[in-house]
């Protein structure tokens, strides 16, 4: 995802988890080669967010890979380690329209 897509989908996937009471911890949390897109908070539980834009082929859930799963479980460990977090926690997914960021779908609780 090029810069100013990523901003733009960033940006609307914020929104639309504050919409719903989320409340937004951090953006692009980085640790070793590990991303996660968004971390938030919502009814004392922590959940790391991937985003993914839908292509024109097929949706983009179809396109989360074991590997992607595995590396948000990584850089999620070293945030829970780094904030000495011990309450419930999520993996989820938002899927994004590739042409106007508008949420598709969500997914709180992947794995």
């Known amino acids: 995802m090029t810069g100013h897509k990523r901003q733009a989908a960033e940006k609307s996937a914020r929104q ?7 409340k937004l911890l951090e953006s ?3 640790r070793s080669k590990y991303t996660i897109d968004l971390i938030a908070i ?13 292509g024109d082929a097929m949706a983009s859930f179809d396109m989360v890979t074991p590997s992607n ?5 990584l850089a999620g460990a070293s945030w829970i380690e780094e904030n000495k977090w011990d ?3 999520h993996h989820g997914v938002i899927e994004l329209d590739h042409i106007n960021f508008a949420v598709v779908n969500l997914i709180e ?3």
């Open 28 to 30: 692009n949390f980085k």
């Open 42 to 54: 919502k009814n004392q539980a922590i959940y790391f967010m991937s985003i993914h834009l839908t």
């Open 109 to 111: 609780d992947l794995i």
């Open 69 to 73: 799963l595995n590396q948000t479980v």
């Open 87 to 89: 309450g419930p926690v």
């Open 16 to 22: 639309y988890l504050e919409m719903r009471g989320f």
